[in-house]
């Protein structure tokens, strides 16, 4: 338990944001009807807005990365069919197995270097569907930036390489761009160039944006009219969904501007790590807001450490029985970060 008294800095995901004052009046006043039947004028204009922003035709508003990446999936798939994706990919981790569950489709793992899969791999892997025995590939699917490799950016040039080989063998390309604003920020460039290779993105407002609901899919109009229908079978057409569009409005428009900030906390951060004994940081994987420590001691173990910071009114998460993760927000200021860097330091050194 924390000190009485200890302000909690919540390091374990940047999903733990409270939406500010500007997103509450936005939602407070906001314009609605029912999205269901395309009558919602904010959630329209969040739509448009994410796809010119993005630079895709069209726009879908979801309530979840996991109800984005799974209606861009089922979208362009039929079951029976493979999906390429990253070992650790969070559609393949984290998803509740929605890719066979719900899309039919059997994952094919190839391991990547900093989440990033090497396109002759992904090339070898691709079935065409001329051998009876394996099931044709229907996408390859891609994370920018890739969480649990440490929220690692893939590059233009790499995105560019595995798009024009999917698109070589005719596959789609999915884009799990949960944090996409972040990728850009860290490249110097910006989401559409990196969501320009792709056929469809998801990305989510509810991550480092800061917004407390909601993602959006885009891609061509085609797409985007052929995902509606996907998106009411998994009960994602909501009413007056202008409430919740309304913070994300914000969060699009607020919350890139930001994130440099919030991935100079998470290298300080990192920094302070690498000093301590017993702890371990891979600095290269450093790219975004998330660290991802490791511990050699025999001493602590992850839980351990969990429960050490806790008491500094730290909360972070034991990813392993030895690894711990510490991820950056809006709502981990300087002074937060100085706390996080001191209070490691006590309890590591
Ligand atoms: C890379 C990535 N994709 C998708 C998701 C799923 O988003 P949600 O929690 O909104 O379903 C997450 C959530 O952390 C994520 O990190």
Redesign the pocket.
Known sequence: MPLPGTEIIDLR?D?KTQPDDLMRLAMSRAEVGDDKSGEDPTTRRLEETSAEILGKEAGLFV???????LVSIKTQTRPGQEIICERD???YR??GGGLSAICGLLPRLIPGVHGAMDPAAVEAAISDGSNVHVGPTGLIEI?N???VAGGTVLSLEHVQAMSDLAHRHRIPMHC?G??IFNAATALGVSAAELAAPVDSI?F?F??GLGAPIG?MICGTREFVEAARPVRNIVGGALRQAGVIAAAALVALQEGPKRLQEDHEHARMIAEALVELPGASVDMATVQTNIVNLELRRDDLDAPGLCRELQRYGILTTARTAHEIRLVTHKQVDDADTDRVCLALREVLA
């Open positions: 995901s999903t309530v979840s990365g996991t109800m984005g990446n990919a969070h559609i984290y998803e994370e930036t890739h969480n799990d949960a944090r998801q989510c509810s991550k993602s």
